[in-house]
């Protein structure tokens, strides 16, 4: 996979966030709760442990990346490509959690059917050819069939209970 | 009828396997955690038999678009391309796909009666463990699996602390206080590594194929299948890499951290220094080269299932999966597996020995079936994919916060692995974090002070060792595949 410099400092970012939540946590612990950190049969003990070793690494870490991202070239064509893959990415990942939302609501059937429907249509574009209405159909054929495969294997083989 | 049952599982696992193994982009390991998805309400033999099954099938199916597309259907197949392409250019892909089948069955047998003399052997000291050796023994896997990671060590061993800080979610195995939830309900009980790992495998490899331009087209190509039944010329030729290729394969496999990738690359090193004289010289489609790659790969296998059931520690992602999958089933692979579940350990072996021998001929048979599934368009791919991990981790616990984690986790995946930081430790500590916590705390207890508990990795035998083999993975990764990014 190319390697991306932004998301290489969003990661970096990520990580920072959880280990302050769980220095956040750890001190609401003590405080509140009066539970100490640092005794032999703490439930906090280990915990503490970890994030310490993750805070010292990421420290480690943003001192040797800084030195890389510096004689890091970025090349503006596949900069612009990355740009365009993080907007395909993010809108997706939005589908996704929309889809997931109306699940239980719309019910698994039509909410996957139009889900399908959407992504399909989205992702061939480019790809079939003639007009629109045909495309569609031809679409909605491919989403039927494969909504019916998922549900008849899980709900009517595996006995899974779908939404 | 239940035996007809069983095979009939290990049957549709490999076609499964196979099917998933040769579509590029899509991994052994997201194969296994989709077929895990399948599984949850299973009876455990049934669920096994159909994750082995997967588990060979996928393994050999990688093979089929690293000779045809020059693509490694997995990364275990991507020593297979430098010889197995050049075949295909040469007019010779039914040859060259033959081999890597034939030799593929002959290195996974191996690597199962590997697995079936060393296994009873290593169980028999691994009975010698306390918490002190359980605790250093997760502790170097998770050592092996973040320094062995591709790129930086240091991003390895902060991907496995992440991984720690998500175990951590939810009840304290010991105290049972509610920890790290911030007053979130849907987190009290856990973050479900099931879940997390469909999405950092399964739905990460959604939004990487989202990136990735490039489709495949293969037309007008077909294997003639009595031509994949390699001649007794040809295997005369490849069977004295046999030798040191099948032992390579299975030796890597059995070292926590390496899988069949890095076996197939060492025994074509080996083969390239050892035979003098090739079929043709090597890279330009040597039959040598494809058995060299293609033997260990599937004799790596063995190996990584007895560190897995003997020791309870994965040597890869595949393995880690496979050990989420086995816990998920109510198995224990640890220490006492060899005693408490010894007839599973040999159920174990049977289903591989058949999973190998099925997924040989419905690899051949199923060949051209599998060529025009390459074509299968991005378009359909995408969606269908998307729908087997979130019906897979709804169907987990029947709850939806599970889908939102599911997708959240497959979304964090890619964009770590797009800034250099692996998945795998992540995936490992979710599994073994909460033996490595509750080892580390009771250890902790008995020796009544942290200074003592230090002391006591040094004054016992088994520890020690484990200690310098941790310390060996570091200095070793240190010196030999620091990475900058």
């Known amino acids: 996979m190319e390697y991306s410099k932004i998301l290489d400092i969003f990661s970096i970012l990520v990580l920072f966030i959880a280990n302050i939540l769980v220095f956040y946590n750890l001190y609401t612990f003590v405080t509140v709760d009066k539970i100490p950190v640092l005794t032999i049969e703490s439930p906090l003990i280990f915990p503490f442990l970890v994030a310490l070793t993750l805070l010292i690494l990421l420290i480690a870490i943003v001192f040797t990346q800084i030195r890389f991202w510096k004689s890091f070239k970025i090349d503006k064509e596949l900069h612009a490509e990355d740009m365009r893959d993080l907007r395909n990415t993010i809108f997706y990942f939005f589908l996704l959690l929309l889809y997931s939302y109306s699940l239980p609501k719309l019910h698994f059937k039509l909410s996957s059917f139009l889900f399908v429907l959407g992504t399909m249509f989205f992702f061939s574009r480019g790809e079939l050819n003639g007009n629109i209405l045909k495309k569609m159909l031809i679409l909605a054929g491919f989403s039927f069939l494969l909504i019916y495969s998922i549900y008849f294997v899980f709900s009517g083989i595996f006995l899974v209970i779908l939404p | 009828m239940e035996i007809l049952l069983i095979l009939m599982y290990i ?13 590029p982009g899509l991994t052994v390991t997201m194969t296994v955690v989709l077929v895990v998805s399948l599984t949850f309400g299973w009876p455990m033999i049934d669920a096994l038999a159909f994750i082995i099954g997967a588990f060979c ?41 033959g081999i890597a089948m034939f030799v593929s069955l002959l290195g996974g047998v191996f690597g199962i009666i590997f697995l079936a003399i060393l296994g009873p052997i290593i169980g028999k000291f691994a009975l010698k463990f306390g918490d002190h050796e359980y605790f250093l023994m997760c502790l170097w896997g998770l050592t092996l699996v973040s320094t ?49 790992m469909i999405g950092l495998f ?21 294997f003639r299948l009595g031509d994949l039944f390699p001649k007794l010329g040809v295997i005369k030729k490849t069977f004295k890499c046999f030798l040191w290729s099948a032992p390579i394969g299975a030796i890597i496999g059995l070292l926590p951290g390496a899988g069949g990738d890095i076996a197939a690359l060492v025994s074509y090193g080996v083969t390239k220094q050892v ?26 296998v063995g190996g990584a299932i007895t560190t897995l059931l003997t020791l309870g520690i994965p040597g890869d992602s595949v393995t880690a999966v496979m050990l989420g999958s086995f816990y998920l089933h109510g198995l224990l692979p640890g220490p006492t597996f060899m005693l408490t579940e010894r007839h599973y350990f ?8 058949i999973s190998t021998i099925f997924a040989y001929f419905i690899g051949i048979l199923g060949s051209n079936i599998m060529l025009r599934m390459l074509n299968l368009p991005k378009w359909f791919l995408i969606p269908f ?62 020796e009544s002070s942290m200074g003592e508990l230090l002391l006591s990795f ?8 484990i200690l310098v083999l941790i310390f060996l993975s570091y200095l070793l990764q240190y010196k030999y595949v620091r990475k900058p990014v």
């Open chain 2, 148 to 196: 062995l990671s591709k790129g930086s060590m240091l991003k390895g061993l902060a991907a496995a602390c992440f991984g720690l800080i998500i175990a951590f979610i939810g009840m304290d195995p010991i105290t049972g206080l509610m920890r790290f939830t911030f007053g979130i309900t849907a987190l009290g009980g856990g973050i479900n590594y099931i879940v997390a």
């Open chain 2, 202 to 222: 399964g739905m990460k490899e959604v939004f990487v194929q989202l990136s990735r331009r490039k489709t495949f087209k293969i037309e007008g190509f077909k």
């Open chain 2, 458 to 465: 040094f004054t016992r035998p088994i520890s020690l060792i």
């Open chain 2, 385 to 446: 994919i998307s729908m087997l991990c979130i019906v897979g981790s709804y169907a987990l616990q029947n709850s939806i916060y599970d889908v939102f984690f599911m997708i959240i986790f497959g979304l964090l995946g890619y964009f770590m692995e797009k800034g250099g930081f692996p998945v795998s430790p992540i995936v490992l500590s979710l599994i073994l974090g909460s033996m490595i916590e509750t080892n580390f705390r009771k250890t902790l207890i008995i």
């Open chain 2, 11 to 23: 049957l549709i696992g490999t076609i499964v396997g196979l099917i998933m193994g040769a579509l």
């Open chain 2, 57 to 97: 099938g996928g393994v050999m199916g990688g093979s089929i678009s690293a000779i045809t597309i020059n693509i490694p259907g997995t990364a275990a197949a991507v020593a297979t391309v430098f010889d197995g392409y050049p075949l295909k250019k040469k007019g010779e892909a039914d040859l060259a796909l």
């Open chain 2, 346 to 353: 040999y159920m174990i072996l049977l289903f591989l020995v």
């Open chain 2, 275 to 300: 035979i003098r004289e090739p079929s043709r010289p090597f890279g330009e489609g040597a039959y040598e080269g494809v058995a060299a790659a293609e033997i260990a790969n599937d004799a790596a």
